[in-house]
């Protein structure tokens, strides 16, 4: 899929042009949905030795706000 998603001229600008990536309502992604995320912007960069392919990550959510993804963990009970 990436691979094919890396041809798309216009996803690979997108990708090249983001300096800061905010992600709203990380409470509620897993740890795979963070971690592919993780994975595609480092094959659309290529930069693979450094996370999200050194674009910095803002994450935001509230706890509290709903129910724990119902999977065996998010990315954050995972205490990575």
């Known amino acids: 899929y990436i691979e094919r998603q890396r041809t798309n001229s216009a996803v690979c ?9 905010f992600v709203d309502e990380v409470f ?3 740890r795979g ?3 592919a995320a993780d994975k595609i912007m480092r094959a659309y960069l ?3 030795d450094k ?3 050194g674009v910095q990550v803002v994450c935001a959510g509230d706890p509290y706000q709903l129910r ?3 999977e065996k963990e998010s ?3 995972a205490g990575s």
Request: no cysteine.
């Open 68 to 70: 724990a993804i119902p």
């Open 28 to 30: 509620m992604m897993t």
């Open 33 to 35: 949905l963070f971690e």
């Open 51 to 53: 996370p999200f392919g």
């Open 13 to 21: 600008l997108l990708a090249q042009i983001t300096d800061v990536l």
């Open 75 to 77: 990315f954050f009970e």
């Open 46 to 48: 290529n930069v693979f």
